[in-house]
């Protein structure tokens, strides 16, 4: 297995625990991250999620760290996909002025060798493309209260 690697950061005119609310609800996070189509809470401490994702995957979110309003990390487990093993990522919340940087830092853990190294580019710009809409949409969301 390989990973496939992103890093987006934005800035978000509203303070960390406004932005760190709003995004770690995974109630809510299906009306921001289209990569997001429903979670359920199947465990509460640490928090962890069963997701169905965008084309029909599932799998489980279980958060390793969830520093509130600082810092998560997660691993995703148990994929269904037959590209993607799992992954994880590690979320940042800085405060900067009156609002936040928000920085992402995302996995995919591609099951096989050689679909990874053909696939590499188009995952790598897929996987930054899908971060920076959701996070977009989710700062559009915050900022209209």
Not at 33 to 52: F, G, L, M, N, Q
Not at 61 to 85: C, Q, V
């Amino acid at each position: 297995m390989a990973n496939v690697t992103v890093r987006v950061s934005l800035f978000i005119a509203a303070p960390p625990e406004r932005v760190w609310d709003f995004t770690q609800d995974w109630s809510r996070r299906a009306d921001w991250d289209p990569a997001i189509v429903a979670a359920e809470r199947i465990e509460a401490e640490p928090p962890a999620y069963r997701v169905r994702g965008a084309g029909g995957v599932r799998f489980v979110a279980r958060y390793k760290l969830y520093d509130r309003p600082r810092r998560t990390s997660l691993e995703m487990a148990e994929s269904t996909s037959r590209l993607i093993g799992g992954g994880g990522g590690s979320w940042a919340y800085e405060p900067e002025g009156a609002g936040t940087n928000w920085t992402q830092n995302n996995t995919l853990t591609v099951k096989n060798a050689v679909l990874y190294t053909l696939l590499r580019p188009l995952l790598s710009w897929q996987l930054r493309r899908v971060t920076r809409a959701a996070m977009t949409k989710a700062k559009e969301l915050i900022e209209a209260g």
